[in-house]
């Protein structure tokens, strides 16, 4: 009989590659995902290339949920920030209203730690890229919104990547059942809360942040129902991308 877990906890590994255009596109759609537990998750949509300054930049929204993400560089680093042989990655995360706090920071370096094992770094040592990420609404599944933002605008911004990584928020209720991108409601209610970034080569759990009380055979489960929801949206990506050079070609 295994265990029960009360953990929290993040760890990551990630990396893919996109070139950078000019044209923005706009997409929603609704993914169902079949699993025993028949989660499913909420309207999203995505705008790539929306703001003028950054070098890449994505507007994403999952239901109720919405982040902007910009992405500056490769630019000049500070020489007390600067490693040899790749570039320095930094993540600023901004709340809708006041100062980040501790839950931003640990937010920060799950997304950073993703971005750094999917950015193919070393191809820009002695540099800078700044990954800025503000909350616009939160209703829910923050961290896996911040994670889809970010690789929306990473592929916009044309940065070299080994993989796309895609961020899928799974909660578990009083009852033992798994949702799949809860919203903030259903997140209080949960007595488990899990978020998992999926490489798109080989559906790998790159990252994981998990909070509250669980069996292994439900990390199992909420492991393997991310990595079917991820397929919906790594197909997402990449209609959106095709559409935009449709437009260009």
Do not use: W
């Not at 630019?75 to 809708?96: F, G, N």
């Not at 997304?111 to 750094?116: A, I, L, N, S």
């Not at 961020?167 to 798994?178: K, L, R, S």
């Not at 209080?188 to 978020?195: F, Y």
């Amino acid at each position: 009989m295994p265990s029960s877990l009360s953990v929290q906890m993040t760890t990551q590994i990630s990396y893919v590659k996109s070139p950078r255009q000019s044209s923005s596109f706009l997409f929603t759609s609704t993914m169902d995902v079949c699993a025993s537990s028949s989660p499913t998750l909420r309207e999203f949509g995505c705008e790539q290339n929306l703001l003028s300054r950054p070098d890449g930049s994505s507007s994403f929204v999952q239901g109720d949920t919405s982040v902007l993400a910009g992405v500056y560089g490769p630019a000049e680093v500070k020489v007390s920030k600067e490693i040899y042989d790749r570039a320095t990655l930094e993540v600023v995360m901004q709340p809708k209203v006041g100062l980040p706090g501790v839950r931003e920071r640990a937010r920060e370096q799950c997304v950073r730690e993703t971005c750094e094992a999917s950015l193919l770094s070393t191809l820009h040592p002695r540099s800078s890229l700044t990954l800025v990420l503000q909350v616009v609404h939160d209703d829910g599944s923050l961290l896996s919104c911040f994670l889809n933002s970010a690789c929306m605008a990473l592929m916009d911004a044309g940065l070299p990547m080994s993989c796309l990584f895609a961020g899928v928020t799974c909660a578990i209720d009083t009852d033992g059942q798994v949702i799949t991108d809860p919203n903030a409601a259903q997140e209080k209610e949960s007595r488990a809360l899990m978020t998992f970034a999926i490489d798109s080569t080989e559906r790998r759990v790159m990252m994981s942040s998990t909070r509250g009380s669980f069996t292994v055979h439900e990390l199992q489960q909420c492991i393997a129902v991310s990595q079917k929801a991820s397929d919906k949206i790594f197909q997402f990506y990449r209609d959106s991308v095709r559409r935009r050079y449709s437009k260009t070609l």
